[in-house]
């Protein structure tokens, strides 16, 4: 099964959750309101090429707008080895959670 | 309203380092974050966080290349390929271009270790900057040497004074002194040296009583044996590793030499260590060192060592204060003109001084090598930038087809640099081994000894690879640009990328005109030169040289001996001894007539005998006196016009008035100084090197002198080989402790010029130098004009133009180009030429036609090289070239 860091698997499901909306600054953006820190865009671009490259998103350049001086935005989506990676990761947690007595 | 940005310089650095692939999401997500910054909290800061970001990208994730072109990494083999068959293609094109970029660059390399080595004199120890040489000033004179106080009387404590006081003072930590036997105040002659099984000839000899403090002032690295051991006592002898080679073979340190038994000169030594040879830029030199209890002199040269923060001037304030406790009535001389002190690392650069132990650096050289290969290298980048250019403008098309196959601009870039740097590495063997093998040319030509070992060290190696490489970067970097910021269509159509660039081309006439001005300038030095030297040996020195030579003989029983048997032979025609014409100036002394105020100060004494003046062809009627008394008096030209001038007798009345010597010397036989009667005037003849002025010689003749210390023979024989062979026999079997070394005197007499002869020597290969670079220089940019004006030549041909025609209006160009060089090469040779002779005091004029005819040599030059390069192109049938039109 591959391995995914906390940052891998924040960034990964916020990409899920942002659907087609998903490129450098706005995931460093989400990253921020989700967890109350900030992140450079610098260490997201990192953390998006590492998913690219294991496969679980997918990218393609377009959406130019004038805030970005004209440039076209990276837009990653969810691969469909992405998308089964994070069921299994929710699986897996929530049967750790049913084991924790008390916790039901 | 217009949208804030970020500033423009860091956006500029983002782009520079980010890959390509990646710089349009990485720039666009960064420029919306700053819009929103810049919106929520102002410009600084957004500005202040924007360059943070773009520094936190300095990650190899931002650099990492895109897949294509790492399919484009094995493409440096197509380069090689591309370039290698591109040398190859012009045989005589690449030979050239290698042979003048290694001359060009080993030239510079050579100018920058000669004056590495120069600049660097006496630095290599340590506290060199703590010793001092102390010299004494006496009349006008400054000798490098001190003197001892009862001079060759002195024994070892008399020796000892100066340095025993010296000693006492706090500043002074060290002090010594020594004297090499080849100095001007050494005993000059050559030793044998005997092992048990080997007895050789030494010739530099270094002779010193103070060993420590010499190693604790110049430490010497020890190969074997240490200096506490080396100078434990009298009587030693430390060999430098050279003549340990020398006396024990090659295999020398696989031995002890430690306690080893030598004998020179019939007194046993023990051999106290072996140190590393003494290098090039120290200001003395030996083989050997002998320690022992005496110096051989009058006087040694003498050093002292003061304390880091101790001051010299203290020193020496003090030391001509107390200077009667070390020579007493040192105050009462009016000569003496105290004692002072030259920094260790100024002896080389110090001018005037006699007796100095090596030539000094002559700065004028230093200024024109440093000049000349600053411009050598100007040249060569210019020349290279010129040759690429006109490689690469007739492949326009092969960087268009690269182009159009999906090269960028970065792949033509590399490839053009690539190629340029090809043929610089390849040039690097060649370059090295010009210098290699110049080394000893050049340690020969300017007196120096650099070693060649320094062609290993990488202090050397360096330089040269990275001059090179510079070379060959900066030639293609200027085409690199050019091609690979072009369109396609550019590069395909039939104009020239590169011909627009006018201020370029203007900067490149100017660099040829500097060019054709070094050649110009150089090759007149040349001739001017060339012309002082045949000058200085067509004249006529006034004795006669021819079949003389001469030799040292210890004393005058042995000398008489040796002239009973010469005389005997039939070939010898006479034999004296003393006096040897050809001298570099020395001590003078003061003179006047009896009863005269003024007095000059400028005399040369010299004594010798009949005989030597029958040798060099002398002749004077007073010498006909020596019959009835043992000693004469006669004086040159130039004295007698001298004492003419401030006694007011007509130099013709003269004779028989009489000369005093050393008038400030009182005695009890004259009152005051040393009375002559003046018996004779002769014709200046050239004792001293024609550097110097004619000099007042005040000769004293002797019919037969009680002190011999050499011999000269006048020879006439058919067989040169077997009479000196003969009188080598003769020498020997009277004198078997010291080698037979003789000189010829006309050798003797050139020698004096050796360094001017070097001089001359030097500027003709400078000037070949040249020559090759401007040959160079003018290939590259006359290929590129010939080919950018080929439809130039086309049409011109088509309405009738004649080969010779076409040509003219090629080379028309570089005329005018030499003119100017040649207008401006004028006053600067002729200065230079002037500032050069002034070492002469006998001179011609440099001529203004030297720098005409070195202007005329360097048009048919450049004529040459524009026919020969261009005449392919104004032969051409103008159909091959016009056909596309």
Not at chain 1, 34 to 49: E, F, P
Not at chain 2, 268 to 282: K, L, Q, T
Not at chain 2, 442 to 469: C, H
Not at chain 2, 752 to 765: K, P, S, V
């Amino acid at each position: 099964m591959t391995q995914l860091g906390y940052l891998e698997e924040t960034a990964l499901l916020l990409i899920m959750i942002m659907d087609q909306e998903a490129y450098g600054f706005s995931v460093s953006e989400a990253y921020r309101r989700h967890t109350g820190k900030s992140i450079s865009i610098s260490a997201i671009h990192t953390v998006l090429s590492r998913l690219e490259k294991k496969g679980l998103i997918s990218s393609e350049m377009k959406g130019a707008t004038e805030e970005r001086g004209g440039r076209r935005k990276r837009i990653f989506v969810p691969t469909n080895q992405g998308k089964a990676l994070v069921l299994e990761l929710k699986e897996s947690r929530q049967q750790l959670w049913s084991q924790i007595p008390g916790m039901t | 309203m217009s949208k804030i940005l970020p500033p423009k310089w860091i956006d500029r650095f983002l782009s520079w380092f980010c890959s390509d692939h990646l710089l349009e999401e990485i720039q666009g997500d960064l420029h919306e974050a700053y819009q929103h910054r810049q919106q929520q909290f102002g410009k600084r800061k957004a500005d202040y966080h924007f360059f943070w970001d773009v520094l936190r990208f300095c990650r190899p994730y931002a650099f990492e290349r895109h897949s294509r072109s790492k399919q484009f990494l094995p493409m440096y083999k197509n380069y090689f390929k591309i370039a290698t068959r591109n040398l190859l293609k012009r045989k005589v094109f690449t030979a050239l271009h290698l042979l003048g970029l290694a001359v060009g660059i080993s030239t510079v390399m050579l100018v920058a270790l000669y004056l590495t080595h120069e600049l660097t004199y006496d630095s290599s120890h340590p506290a060199s900057n703590n010793v001092f040489r102390l010299v004494n000033n006496y009349r006008d004179q400054t000798y490098t040497c001190m003197f001892f106080k009862d001079y060759f009387g002195s024994d070892y404590d008399t020796q000892m004074r100066l340095l025993n006081h010296l000693k006492g003072y706090d500043d002074v930590t060290e002090a010594c002194h020594f004297v090499p036997s080849h100095s001007a105040i050494g005993p000059n002659e050559k030793v044998f040296v005997k092992t048990e099984d080997r007895k050789l000839i030494f010739e530099k000899l270094l002779y010193t009583n103070t060993g420590q403090e010499f190693d604790s002032i110049f430490p010497q690295l020890y190969l074997q044996g240490n200096p506490d051991l080396a100078f434990s006592a009298f009587d030693r002898v430390v060999l430098t590793e050279s003549s340990a080679r020398k006396l024990y073979g090659e295999s020398w340190s696989t031995k002890s030499l430690i306690g080893t038994a030598l004998e020179i000169q019939k007194k046993s030594f023990v051999v106290g260590g072996v140190i590393a040879d003494i290098p090039g830029n120290v200001h003395f030199e030996f083989d050997l060192l002998i320690y022992q209890q005496k110096i051989p002199s009058w006087g040694a040269y003498t050093y002292v060592k003061v304390g880091a923060e101790a001051d010299i001037s203290r020193v020496m304030t003090r030391l001509n204060t107390e200077v009667e406790l070390v020579y007493p009535d040192y105050k009462q001389d009016v000569l003496q003109k105290g004692i002072s002190s030259v920094a260790l690392q100024e002896i080389h650069f110090t001018e005037g001084m006699l007796y100095e132990l090596k030539p000094i650096a002559n700065t004028t050289y230093l200024i024109t090598f440093g000049l000349v290969g600053i411009i050598i290298l100007l040249i060569i980048w210019t020349n290279y930038t010129n040759l690429s250019i006109a490689m690469y403008a007739g492949r326009q098309r092969e960087l268009g087809v690269r182009k159009l196959m999906g090269a960028r601009a970065h792949d033509v870039k590399m490839q053009i640099l690539t190629e340029a740097m090809l043929l610089t590495i390849f040039c690097l063997p060649f370059a090295w081994l010009l210098v290699f093998l110049g080394l000893p040319y050049l340690n020969s030509l300017m007196e120096v000894k650099i070693d060649q070992y320094v062609m290993f060290e990488p202090y050397t190696l360096i330089p040269l690879a990275s001059f090179l490489i510079f070379t060959g970067i900066i030639s293609a970097l200027y085409p690199a640009i050019i091609f690979s910021s072009k369109s396609l269509l550019r590069l395909f159509s039939s104009k020239l990328v590169v011909g627009k660039i006018s201020r370029f081309w203007n900067i490149r006439n100017g660099l040829l005109t500097t060019q054709f001005f070094l050649l110009i300038g150089l090759m007149s030095m040349t001739f001017i030169i060339k012309n002082q030297m045949s000058y200085v040996q067509r004249r006529p020195p006034g004795f006669d040289q021819k079949g003389v030579l001469f030799f040292g003989i210890n004393g005058k029983e042995k000398f008489t001996r040796l002239k009973n048997r010469l005389e005997k032979f039939p070939q010898v025609i006479a034999v004296g001894s003393g006096m040897v014409p050809g001298n570099e100036m020395y001590n003078q002394l003061t003179y006047t007539m009896k009863g005269q105020e003024e007095v000059l100060s400028d005399g040369t004494l010299i004594y010798t005998s009949l005989g030597s003046l029958q040798v060099l062809g002398i002749e004077s009627d007073a010498l006909h006196l020596l019959g009835g008394q043992d000693s004469v008096l006669i004086i040159n030209q130039t004295a007698a016009e001298k004492l003419a001038a401030i006694s007011g007798i007509p130099a013709q009345d003269l004779l028989g008035e009489t000369l005093v010597t050393e008038p400030e010397w009182e005695n009890d036989t004259f009152g005051n100084g040393q009375h002559y009667s003046i018996a004779g005037i002769i014709d200046n003849f050239d004792y001293f090197s024609l550097r110097y002025p004619s000099q007042s010689l005040i000769i004293e003749v002797f019919r037969e002198p009680d002190w011999v210390y050499n011999a000269l023979v006048k020879i006439e024989s058919a067989d040169w080989f077997d009479t000196v062979s003969k009188i080598e026999d003769a020498y020997l079997a009277i004198e078997p402790e010291v080698p037979f070394d003789f000189t010829f005197l006309d050798d003797h007499m050139n020698e004096l010029y050796t360094r001017e002869q070097n001089a001359g020597i030097l500027t003709t290969i400078l000037t070949s130098v040249c020559v090759i670079l401007a040959v160079m220089g003018l290939i590259g940019v006359v290929g590129f004009i010939t080919f950018s004006r080929q439809r130039e030549i086309g049409i011109r041909k088509v309405f009738g133009a004649s080969v010779v025609n076409i040509l003219v209006s090629l080379a028309k160009n570089y005329v005018w180009m030499i003119a100017a060089a040649t207008l401006l090469a004028i006053p600067f040779s002729l200065l230079l030429g002037k500032e050069w002779l002034k070492t002469f005091a006998y001179r011609i004029s440099p001529d203004l036609w030297t720098v005409f005819l070195a202007g005329t040599v360097t048009l048919t030059i450049v004529v040459v090289v524009v026919v020969l390069q261009s005449v392919k192109s104004a032969r051409i049938n103008p159909v091959d070239i016009l056909r596309y039109e």
